[in-house]
């Protein structure tokens, strides 16, 4: 059967969403090997909604196709496995003692990434893999994994520049890319319900976020990262009771 001479152009809008996130994370390691270490997370975070922008589209427009999803783990790979370890790399290790060290923390969390969207992979053929529940993840998912990975950098432009822990932060890296690979239940907003009561507690929170975000952007950062941190052992404890 030979392919149609022509398509709707809603069924490449995902697509060309996923290609401008690889540009963003393409041009976060540019900025951040010209000393614009602000600016280059600016285009990682741009990279997470435009992750969580495609598939959205795609849903929406009923565009979903194996392409799509094939260029989208590749995009997730770039930007949330290689970049992250760049920006680490060039920022907190290049040029010091630890630099060896740091090189093999940024290894294992590519590694980790790329084993994880592997199995995300296969969970989309094999029903035997499952890497989402009906209300959570099983690991950490790949946008979070960046996230989480670069809060050394964050707390360096917090103020911390002068807190110098290699060996630490090293070993948190590394942690933060077992979480990925691992399967424990990790929350998922898609899917979290919560009381009608709560709504508006809920509300306020939320503008307080994307108001700390546009003034207070890396303690707002450290603080969803550590709340998202605490999260973890809570939502195990209450999924482990549930079964």
């Known amino acids: 059967m030979t392919a149609p001479s022509r398509i709707k152009l809603r069924h490449i809008v995902p697509s060309m969403v996923t290609v401008?996130?690889?540009?963003?994370?393409?041009?976060?390691?540019?900025?951040?090997?010209?000393?614009?270490?602000?600016?280059?997370?600016?285009?990682?975070?741009?990279?997470?909604?435009?992750?969580?922008?495609?598939?959205?589209?795609?849903?929406?427009?009923?565009?979903?196709?194996?392409?799509?999803?094939?260029?989208?783990?590749?995009?997730?790979?770039?930007?949330?496995?290689?970049?992250?370890?760049?920006?680490?790399?060039?920022?907190?290790?290049?040029?010091?003692?630890?630099?060896?060290?740091?090189?093999?923390?940024?290894?294992?969390?590519?590694?980790c990434c790329a084993l994880r969207l592997a199995r995300f992979n296969l969970s989309l053929r094999s029903d035997a893999i499952a890497l989402k529940q009906d209300d959570y993840f099983v690991g950490v998912p790949a946008p979070a994994l960046a996230c989480l990975a670069l809060m050394p950098v964050f707390m360096h432009l917090n103020g911390w520049e002068n807190t110098n822990l290699p060996v630490l932060r090293a070993l948190y890296i590394i942690g933060v890319g077992l979480l990925a690979v691992s399967t424990i239940p990790t929350i998922s907003i898609k899917h979290a319900s919560i009381k009608r009561a709560h709504l508006p507690f809920v509300m306020v929170a939320a503008v307080l976020l994307v108001v700390g975000l546009m003034v207070y952007t890396w303690p707002t950062m450290i603080a969803v990262n550590c709340l998202y941190l605490l999260s973890l052992p809570a939502f195990y404890w209450s999924q482990h009771k549930k079964s």
């Open 20 to 111: 401008f996130a690889i540009c963003a994370g393409m041009t976060a390691v540019r900025m951040n090997l010209e000393g614009r270490i602000e600016l280059s997370l600016y285009f990682v975070l741009l990279a997470v909604f435009l992750d969580a922008a495609d598939g959205k589209l795609a849903r929406f427009l009923d565009s979903a196709s194996p392409f799509g999803a094939e260029l989208d783990t590749l995009a997730d790979f770039f930007n949330f496995g290689i970049v992250p370890g760049m920006l680490l790399y060039n920022t907190l290790y290049i040029g010091t003692a630890y630099a060896s060290l740091g090189w093999l923390a940024i290894l294992v969390l590519a590694v």
